[in-house]
């Protein structure tokens, strides 16, 4: 069963959103950790952050270092993206998918992904 990104939505210069990545099918009990993606248009799918699912450590790409902050909630299968003061940059569908890697340096690279879900949009008007 894929993850599940939800939460996205219009939103103005400066607001949050929280994005959630839900795992009804306990995927990430079999794995070690999830990350956090996003792709604007015309542009390639480039990582936000990761987090080890079991201790909770987080990894943030410069573009979220600040702003952006990873939790999970073990009872409900959920891993959370807070997203603060957003910028129109940050326009993107955002999608989670989990990895079998578990690392203490940063996010594994892209293709260590799998089990990626429909994603969700996140637009930021200026």
């Known amino acids: 069963v894929q993850l599940q990104a939800s939460g996205g939505g219009l939103v103005q210069t400066g607001d949050s959103l929280r994005l959630s990545c839900a795992d009804p099918?306990?995927?990430?009990?079999?794995?070690?950790?999830i990350g956090w993606f996003r792709q604007a248009p015309g542009k390639e799918r480039e990582g936000v952050g990761c987090?080890?699912?079991?201790?909770?450590?987080?990894y943030y790409e410069d573009l979220a270092k600040g702003r952006f902050t990873i939790s999970r909630d073990a009872a409900k299968n959920t891993v959370y993206l807070q997203m603060n003061s957003l910028k129109p940059e940050d326009t993107a569908v955002y999608s989670c998918a989990t990895t079998a890697v578990y690392t203490t340096y940063g996010c594994p690279p892209i293709y260590e992904y799998d089990n990626w879900g429909q994603g969700t949009q996140v637009t930021v008007s200026s």
């Open positions: 987090i080890n699912v079991h201790d909770g450590t987080t």
């Open positions: 099918g306990f995927t990430v009990n079999l794995r070690r950790g």
